[in-house]
Every structure is written in C-alpha cells, then in structure tokens.
C-alpha cells in the first residue's frame, strides 16, 4: 500500500461518512539537530515521525483527525473521526464554507539540495559547532553555544478534488552565539542569527555560512557590550540591520496580512490585524519604497514549496507595492469568505495538525542604497543588528524590539557601541517613516513561527536589506 | 506501552545505560471565532523515546513508528550516533530504582470526552454573551507513559485536562475567561461566557492613560505569565547553573507574602507523575515566605551544580535548554474582613485586593511578553483582555492596553507586594504543556512604558 492509496482510503472514507469535500496529507519527516557548548557536544536529537492528517466538510463544519498508522484500517477510521468530528461542529454552525477553486490534478516538486544534510557525517557537524564554540570560549564567552538542525519531510497530498501531489522538502540551517556575564546582566552576540540562519537547501548552506570564521568576534563583541554605554532613551533616526528587518517584517507585516487574522478567526490568541479587507487596495501602508512580496518561489528560502497544504500551486503574489497594501496570505475557505479570487498559504505543522494560513517569504524587495550609503547620509542617528527581543500587540500594531547590538552614527560614520537596544513604534508610522533602503538583501529563515491551537511552529523566509527609519523612540527600559 | 518500552530495551541489548519513554496523547481542541467553531480538530500518537549511554558517549532518538522495523530503526539510528559522537564526561547515570509518590490527576470522563462534550461547552460559551461576538476554545486531553531504564526503574501514569480559555467582544473591547482542569464537569462554558460578556462590556470605551509607574491589581491570568518566565528563566537549573537566572538559594529575594511551588501531584498539577528520566515527581517549594529555597533540576544539571539531587523536572530535549516546572503555584493569601462586591468586571477572588487600591490599575492578562534580559528577568508585553483604572477602591474607568517593561523578580521584591488574593486560578498555558495556578495579586508599581498609540 503506497502512501497515496491511504491518503486515497481516508478521503474516501470521509466522503463515505457524509463529508462534502475531504483532504488528506500523510507525512513523513525526519528531523536531526545538535547544540554544543562551551567546546563539547551538548546534545544530539534525531526523531522520526510519520502520520495521516484527514481534513473532512460537513455542511459548514470542519472537522480534523490525525494518526501516527498508515495502514488502510487506521487511513478509514481517521477519515470516519474526521467526518464525525466536522458534524459535531454544526452544534455551533457558521455561514456555508465554499472553497476558492484551485486547479486539481497531479504534481510533484523538490527543493533544491547539493548536499544531502542528513548525510553529511555527525562527526564532521560535530566538529564544526564544537570548533566554534570552543573558539568563543578562547575568546571570553562565559557561555559558547552552537546549534545545527535538519528538517526532511515527505508529503503525499490527495484531495477529493483529484488532488494527487508529492513534495520533499530539505531544509537545514546553523548558529552560534556567545554569551558574557556581567554582575546584573548578561549580553549575547549570535551568528548570522540568534538560533542561527535557515533555508530549503543542503549543508551547502551551512557551509557557506562559515560560522567558524565568527566565533571569535561575536565573543569579542559579547565582552565588550558588558561595558558600553547604554543605548540613549529618546526619538532618533534608526538604521536596522537586514536580520531585524527581517523580524520588523515578519511581526508587523507578515502576520497583520493573514487573512484568518483579519476575519478574527484567531482573535482570541494570536490576534486580529489592524488591517481591514475595505481599505485592500487603497490603504497606505508605507513609504513609496516599501514593496512587499508573498514570493513561495524563492529558491532556498525557508518558506519556499511547491504546492501549499491544500494543493494550490506556489505563486508569487505584492502585498504591499510602493507603500499601498494590495494582498494577502490566504487559504481556499478564507478567500471565499473575503471575496478573494487566491488562495496558496496554507500549511500545517506535521500531519497531527490542522493546515492554516501560514507566511510563505514574505519579503522587501531591495531598495536602490548600500549599507554605507545610509550610514553615510545619516548625521545624527543609531545602527542596529540582530535580534535579541520581540514584542507585538495582538492588532499587530504597537512593537518593541531588543536588538544584540547597536552603534551611535554621528556625522556619517559609526561611532560607540551601544548596549541594550531597543526600539518601539506603530506598525504603519514606522513603515511609512522609511526614507533609505539597501539593496543588499538576504532571504532570512525564521524556523519558530508560532501560530494556532493547538499550537503549530511554522518555517517561514523574509528576504530583507538594511533600512533607515525617521523619528523612532529607542532606549525604552525597564 | 509498557511492552514497548521492554521491547526497545531488549534491542538495546547489554553493557549500554538506557532509558525508554513511551507515551500516548490524545488531544482534541474545538475552536470557535465569530461565534461559530470554525476548527474542530482530534490527534491520537504515540511516540517513543530512547536515550542510551555507551562506551562514555549519551544520543537520544524518537520515532511515532511503532512497528518492529520502526522501533529497530530508532535503536539502530541511536547506537550509531552515539558511536560518533564525542565522549560525554558529565553524563549523570540514569535515574534509580524508586517508587512514585503519587499518582497525578486522572479524569476518565475527561478522557473520554467526545467532540460534542467540547461543542456543547462552546454552545452554552457563545448562548452567554447574548449575542456578542465569542471566540477561543474547549480543548480536551489524556495523557499515558510507560518509562523503563536498564538500572530498573520501571514507572507509568497517565493524566487528563479540560481547559477553556476564550473572549467576548464588542465595540473593540475583548472580555477574557480561561480555565483548567482535571474534571471536565468543573467547565461550564454558560458561566466562562457569563463572565468574559461582563468583563467585555465594562471594557468599552476605554481611555487612553500616559505610561508611567502604576500600582496594579493583577489577576490570575496576567500572574500566569510570571509564573512562565519565572519558570523557564529563573528557577530553571541550566539557567542558575550558567549564572543567567536571578535565582540565589537561601536568599529573600520576594516579599514575604510570595510563597511558590511545583507540584505535578496536587490538585492543580498537569502532567505524568515522573519526568523524562523516570524521576518521580514531587511536590518542591521554589520560594517560601520570600525567600528562594530551590531551583528545578534535572539529573545533568544536579550533578552540574554540586550536591544536588534531580527534582523530577527533565524535559525532552532539555539537554539544551533545561529543567522547568510546568505545574508552578503562587499560594493564596489569607482570607481578610468580609466579602467585597465590586460588580461584574472583578473576579470575585481579586475584589477584596481592589478594594484597597487608592488609585492604580486593574489588568486581567498579559500578552506577548519576552525577556529582554534574563538575569534581571526584565520583560516587555502588552496587557490584554481588560485594564480599568481604580479610584477609592472602585472600578471607575475602562483604560486601552499599554506595553510594560518591567523585571519581574522587581515587582515582587522585599515590600513590593501589598496584597495576595485568598483564591487561586488555574489556567492552562497556550500550548498545552503547562498549567499555572495563581491568584490575583496587588503590587506598589508595575512600568508601563508605553501607550495603544505608541
């Protein structure tokens, strides 16, 4: 019995049970990862899970049932569970759910791999995070860590639809970071990023990342912020690194353009959006050189496939194009509801979960600067790098973010280094404040995208370049 | 389970250290917005997880493929890596032979729980907003394990929860219930509903008020979340090993008033009732009358720190970020005067700490907090769900949410607190690993930093 035969057995084993429309992924995925600290292996995880998730509509009424058995007895009940779930639903019935038409049929994709990353020796990944690490600690880190992990998922999709789709996606990525403790409070520097850099790709990636050839700075660094100044409270002109550009976009707008979001479907933990489906096409959500794109097309970018998790086809989409919000991630239900004709960012997080509206990259197209140049322009202002804290309110509005570090600019050239940086503001202001754009992008991965409930961890990419923002608050302390 | 996990040892073989943990969830969550359930979803999987020691060198392995050829592919995968890997020199032995102390809460009706038990409950939530908007959750879950390792330790237990936690909303204003349990029958979602359709309703139109320093009420949820961050950064032991907690044994670093506890076997605890190395859960005291008497440990980071014994609290994978309590407690307060009636938008158990509050801030719960350092324990978040303004004692003002950065262990130092409800809260954690049990509480000062514009 092939995987798809039982994807077949549970979808038509829901139709059987009543469902009007069913799906099914079975999934199989193998995930490794290693951390080091200090200069000695700290841990090894190698899991492997494979399962059937069975998606069936009654009436209005979804419902969802998972299984680690992919034997046909296990694929049928699971279908039957996932119908009767879906009746019970009606208890609390919603308007009728339509689903927006994709093209059904077969289809098969990979992502891009050089170096199989599974495959590469442990003793090999082994020595390089316990090189690094060990380097960090020659160099004053009271705590040395590196991590790897390895993602390698199978998924056979069928739908009632005549959906008939296999995908396998590789994705890997590694960090290191370097922690100093002083007397009431610690600094930490990371490299490329804290938890580290991640893509669909081989150990190419991890290859080209050289994290070797930063261990010692990034102690270095770590060390000397225990006694720089503190960042200066007040309003000042802010230049973002391309990695915390990278969150700036997935926080505040990545997540404010889910489409569940803005229909409240997820009011109740993760949040609404400040967003409202009216002013798509009109709003102004930034300046004019603020161009967002929903791109799941980029190869060796994390959010990156071939089909999402209802079978639509990857397609690159504007969300925002020269500062006017123009699209959203959706799924088939949620474009209907919205009066979309598009649907293609719904994924779920392994087979035991319900698939949801997920960022794919959403991404800032380059601007026309380099870094230099906006440091060079800049009189009076802060340059900051690296990700150390993030918060959002649940409109996707008001953020504060914690930077590793910073450093003053005055009259066009980098001046002290700062420690504790933060930064806070309103989504729109913030984004509309935007007045120089680097053209250096990098499609960053953030591989704990956290979203739902049951709770899902999301992979998801967002090429970025270093930017420079007007009249921002920074130095917000405790 | 238990046979598996015999199985897994025998394939293991002899002259290895290994420990096997086989576990079985069943988690159901029904899940409403706009007043309709619009996700209904069900999973059943058991996994199994094995860490070996041998020739000096620990790996660890998981699979959901339960079969002979899956089991022996987790066994095989495992010995292999733990052959490349380098030596572990502070690999702590696996957990001896000893008794659990206890069995943890188990509810059969709770367990067996159908998908129109978790319906039913949305239907009496959304029926008591009288017709406002309603979303959250009924979520369902069982839990069974079976832990054996090759020293003889042989343990298994198992445990269920019902948890509710969902808003009521109108004009932009959110009214919030959210509860745990062990008993499906101690959920009515008609008096969940009542209460946030209250809450919601005395939330609107709220006014902006300037950021400052404000003395606060806190209720249970929003004392919840200092419960997490006290649990995964102050009394975790990798934490306190590293220096990066602000945890000192035997130091009074709380006000008196606080006294704080794990305990996975009492009434308000969720989990098995051993943890991942087989370490049988008991109930341990974190902070007593102030001052902090324990860290969670795991048995890597007892030996770790010196003449220490495991409290029971590893977690899978905790290698890397450590022991955490997932049953935290903050103890009531004493019962003080006579019952204090404030009106719907105060529970109950906060309204005599309202009461005393000459002029500061109601706030029901807290949102999207991260730590910006981890030794000081200084976060940021938002509040959500709910802020009132409180003059003489009353509830005067609805008030938008503001961002807050604060250290926790701070607003809760020596004379820092003012006041400990008599009754606590249990309420479950967004991701279902945790339950956190507090009452409200009044502190001098709280930083809010921040406005809703900015």
Known sequence: MTHFDAATAAVQAALDAGARYADARVMHRRYEAMSARNGDIEELSQSEDAGIGVRALVGSGWGFYAVPDLSDAAARAAGGRAAKTAAASARVPGPAADLVPVGAGAGSWASACQIDPLAVPLSDKGDLLVHATKTMREHGADVAEGLYQIWDTEKWFVSSEGHRIDQHIRECGAGISSTAIGEGEVQRRSYPAHRGQYGTSGWELVQELDIGAHAARVADESRALLTAPLCPAGETTLILGGEQMALQIHESVGHAIELDRILGWEAAFAGTSWLDLDQLGSLHYGSELMNITIDPTIPGALGSFGFDDEGTPAARRDAVREGRWVGVLAGRDSATVAGLDYAGSVRADGWSRLPMVRMTNVGLEPGPHTLAEIVAATDDGIFMETNRSWSIDDRRLNFQFGTEIAYEIRNGRQGRMLRNPTYTGIGPVFWRSMDMLSSESIAWGTPNCGKGQPGQIGHTGHPAAPARFQNVRVGVRG | ?454
């Open chain 2, 1 to 454: 389970m238990e046979d598996i996990a015999r199985r897994v040892l025998e394939m293991v073989g002899p002259g290895v250290e290994a420990e096997v943990f086989v576990g079985h969830t069943a988690l159901a969550l029904t899940r409403f917005a706009n007043s309709f359930i619009h996700q209904n979803v069900a999973d059943a999987t058991t996994s199994v997880r094995l860490r070996l020691h041998a020739d000096g060198r620990t790996a660890s392995g998981s699979t959901t493929v339960t079969t002979d050829e899956g089991l022996a592919g987790l066994v095989r995968r495992t010995r292999d890596a733990a052959r490349l890997l380098p030596p572990d020199p502070g690999w702590p032995g696996l957990a001896p032979p000893a008794p659990l102390a206890g069995e943890g809460n188990w509810d059969q009706a709770t367990a067996q729980a159908a998908p129109d038990a978790r319906a039913d409950r949305v239907r009496a939530f959304v029926d008591a907003a009288g017709g406002l908007e309603t979303a959250g959750y009924c979520r369902t879950m069982h839990a069974a394990g079976a832990f054996a390792n090759s020293a003889g330790q042989s343990v298994s237990g198992r445990t269920a929860e019902v948890a509710m936690d969902a808003i009521v909303r109108v004009g932009g204003a959110d009214g919030l219930a959210r509860l745990a349990s062990g008993r499906l029958s101690e959920v009515d979602g008609a008096v969940l509903g009542a209460r946030a359709a209250a809450k919601a309703r005395a939330s609107t139109g709220a006014v902006e008020l300037p950021p400052g320093r404000y003395e606060v009420v806190l209720e249970a949820p929003a004392v919840a979340d200092l419960l997490q961050n006290f649990a995964l950064y102050g009394f975790n032991g990798k934490s306190y090993n590293e220096r990066r907690s602000f945890a000192e044994p035997g130091a009074e670093q709380f006000d008196k008033a606080i006294t704080l506890a794990d305990d996975t076997l009492g009434p308000t605890g969720l989990g098995l009732p051993f943890d991942a190395e087989g370490t049988p859960k008991r109930r341990v005291t974190l902070v007593s009358s102030g001052v902090t008497e324990a860290v969670a440990h795991d048995r890597r980071t007892a030996a770790e720190a010196g003449g220490a014994e495991s409290t029971g609290h590893a977690v899978p994978g905790g290698g890397t970020f450590g022991a955490t309590p997932a049953s935290m407690r903050l103890e009531p307060g004493p019962v003080t005067g006579e019952p204090v009636e404030l009106g719907a938008v105060v529970d109950p158990a906060a309204a005599p700490l309202v009461a005393a509050v000459e002029r500061g801030l109601l706030v029901t719960d807290l949102w999207y907090t991260r730590v910006l350092d981890p030794k000081s324990l200084v976060v940021t978040g938002l509040t959500r769900n709910g802020v009132w303004l409180i003059e003489d004692g009353e509830i005067t003002t609805p008030v938008r949410n503001f961002r807050f950065t604060q250290s926790y262990p701070q607003a809760l130092a020596p004379g820092a607190v003012l006041g400990v409800g008599a009754e606590v809260t249990t309420v479950p954690d967004g991701w279902g690993a945790a339950w956190r049990t507090a009452p409200a509480i009044h502190l001098a000062s709280w930083n809010f930093t921040g406005g809703a514009s900015g």
